[in-house]
């Protein structure tokens, strides 16, 4: 049997070039004639503590081996192929190839919080070179997703922990009061406790946790208030 030598093919890929050997255009007139290229943004990175480099992702309608991309983007710059830094964008655990080339083109422009938290430079959308304009506003999207997921990633805090559990029934005021007496006194505690109690839903009957809430909880609190 003939062994496989092309590896594992992907949807999409990120690439990393020196600025003195090629320029955004350059990458782009290769990417343009190219039918497996689908989308694309190549922008130039030149204020940075590195060397300038032009760096992009792109986006392909069929899985292309990694091998056979840098071989086509070597032919077109007629560069050689081991000056391209060329990696996958790996999907998995739930992302998608398409999920992973527009975090990395959100990356690009170094214009979120985080990247200006570091100390990177800012470079203008309209310099980075895309495959079509809209793909900014998909970025835009893409970023309120991740915002929400990491907002519903966050642990909750123990007086949210007790407000839920007594909302779904977990427990009730008088388990509350006696196993937390120091919670239940703090601040405007009791009250919000006996409100979370009083909209319990449905009332009187216990209703399963749903497991994004559970998890967030704090489970030492759980167990002492819920017994689980």
């Known amino acids: ?19 003195d050997l090629v320029t955004p255009a350059d990458v782009v007139a290769v990417l343009d004639p190219q039918r497996t290229v689908h989308e694309y943004a190549v922008g130039l990175h030149d204020r940075d503590s590195a060397a ?7 986006l392909c309608p069929t899985r292309v081996a990694l091998p ?14 081991d000056l391209i830094d060329l990696d996958p964008l790996i999907a998995g655990r739930g992302r998608s190839a398409r999920d992973a080339f527009l975090g990395f083109v959100s990356y690009l422009p170094h214009d979120d919080a985080e990247q200006q938290a570091r100390g ?23 970023r309120e997703r991740q915002a929400r997921a990491t907002k519903l990633a966050c642990p909750l805090g123990e007086v949210e922990t007790v407000e839920l559990l007594l909302m779904y ?3 009730d005021p008088e388990t509350v009061m006696t196993v937390e007496p120091l919670l239940w006194r703090a601040n405007s505690n009791r009250s919000r406790f006996m409100r979370a109690w009083a909209d319990r839903l449905p009332h009187l009957d216990r209703v399963p946790l749903p497991a994004h809430l ?3 909880m704090r489970a030492d609190l759980v167990e002492r208030l819920c017994g689980e």
């Open 1 to 19: 049997m003939t062994k496989n030598t092309r590896g594992p093919r992907y949807a999409g890929f990120r690439l990393t070039i020196p600025a």
């Open 52 to 58: 300038p480099h032009t760096q992009g992702a792109m």
């Open 68 to 81: 056979e991309m840098r071989r086509r983007l070597s032919r077109g710059l007629d560069l050689a192929a």
């Open 120 to 142: 990177k430079a800012l470079y203008s959308r309209d310099s980075i070179l895309v495959s079509d304009p809209g793909l900014w506003a998909q970025v835009d999207k893409w």
């Open 169 to 171: 029934a977990y427990t």
């Open 214 to 216: 559970l998890g967030r």
